[in-house]
């Protein structure tokens, strides 16, 4: 008798789920619409620092005190090109590194980096790290998605968790290839139904199939609708 390995792939069981391969599917053409309606558009440095500095600001002010943030967010939009070449090859380092950069100032030096000692936090960030490093066929909007979330719900970073759990969503999308330049402003996606966030991630949280489902949808609207406020979807002057 020939044993079979079966290779378990969550990501893209929930990839599955009833209406997200649509709303992928339609967020993905928001992109490519942006990016490669005549092929890969090149974009502009200034088109980049409108964006990362765009990213920023939402991402700053979706938290309660987006003037503290500030400029631990613009210095965390920064380095996300950088940061995307580890977040699926060495996720715990690249969220450590999103931590330094954007809590700088804010939290002890000595705090930098390092997650909290929470019960069950190490092995939460211990099994995002593991989705992240093996191979999925999920999409990478699901696969940020998952990303997002569990950062935001687990915290491990303290108050910083949220900025991070966005730039992390975004990392993913980078490092996928779906927006190689970081121009598709997926923060300022979520910050336009902000008040609908945390009740999204609650529901998530939950564990429910229903929740889960309904925090991917939300994902995959914020890429669209961030790719719709890109700079880099305006004509060039």
């Known amino acids: 008798m020939v044993e079979t390995l079966v290779v378990l792939d969550p990501l893209a069981d ?3 789920l009833e209406g997200v391969p649509s709303a992928v599917a339609a967020s993905t053409d928001a992109v490519d619409a942006v990016l490669r309606d005549r092929g890969l558009r090149k974009i502009t440095d200034e088109q980049l ?3 990362l500095l765009a990213g920023a600001r939402a991402n700053a002010d979706m938290t309660e005190d987006p003037a503290r943030w500030q400029l631990g967010a613009a210095r965390l939009s920064a ?3 950088a940061l995307a070449a580890l977040i699926r090859v060495a996720p715990a380092q690249a969220l450590a590194r999103a931590h330094a950069v954007v809590a700088r100032g804010i939290v002890p030096d000595s705090e930098l980096g ?3 000692s929470k019960p069950g936090m190490a092995a939460r960030m211990n099994s995002l790290g593991e989705l992240l490093t093996r191979q999925t066929a999920a999409p990478a909007i699901v696969v940020g998605a998952i990303t997002h979330a569990e950062v935001a719900v687990v915290a491990p970073f303290g108050e910083a968790s949220s900025l991070i759990a966005r730039a992390a969503e975004h990392l993913v999308l ?3 290839g779906l927006d190689p330049y970081g121009v598709i402003v997926v923060e300022a996606g979520h910050a336009e139904n902000g008040s ?3 009740a999204g991630l609650n529901g998530y949280a939950d564990g429910s199939v229903s929740g889960v489902k309904a925090w991917l949808l939300r994902c995959a609207v914020a890429v669209a609708r961030g790719a719709e406020l ?4 305006k ?3």
């Open 14 to 16: 929930l990839a599955r």
């Open 49 to 51: 620092s409108h964006a």
């Open 79 to 81: 380095e996300l090109l």
């Open 114 to 116: 390092k997650i909290g």
């Open 174 to 176: 980078i490092a996928a």
């Open 196 to 198: 609908t966030y945390a």
């Open 230 to 233: 890109s700079p880099a979807a």
């Open 235 to 237: 004509p060039l002057s």
